[in-house]
């Protein structure tokens, strides 16, 4: 079988098959051969790796934060068939957030047994996407997580119709997914105890 790369098919050059590359007539001519395939390849690779870590608009792309719609948000929160979800919205430059996250992080822990489910929910923008993921990993949480990426602020408002446009913010859902709390500010360990223990059965 012969193998060939053509550039392009109104190309007037001689096409290179497998057989050129490996006729060992001329020993210069096809180590010289072997060096330009090599190139070719590590030029390929390049390519690939370079798609595959940015997203089809340019924007970087994680494994462990995704953008994603609000509807797709809730479609997730539905899906995890809890009595109570709550949807933390931070910001990887947000200092308040970073001191609270270690209490949410606890607060799964403590009342996961009793159905509760977290989820994070970046307000970053793309350049800051690579920075949301360093500290979700220094907090080894675990994925799927999201963030707006370039959708407008507006896309916290469909979750949380009332929030005011600051960060943290917290809201608690129901089974439902109706809103039973929602607040915005930093949040000590005891009081968001308190909060879940107020919604969530068995507390």
Known sequence: MTYFLMLSPQSSQPRLTWADLTRDNDPHMTRTRWISLGIL???LAAILTA???????GSEKSDLVQQAEPQQILDYARSLNSPLVLINFWASWCEPCKVEFPHLISLQKEFAP???KVVFISVDDPADLMAAEAFLKEQSVAPPTFYKGNQSLNFV???Y???TGAVPATVLLGSDLQVLEGWEGETSLKSFQERVKRHLKGT
């Open 157 to 159: 408002t469909k979750i």
């Open 161 to 163: 119709p009332q929030w």
């Open 51 to 57: 798609w595959w870590i940015k997203g089809p608009d």
């Open 114 to 116: 009793l159905g509760l």
């Open 41 to 43: 390849v590590v030029a």
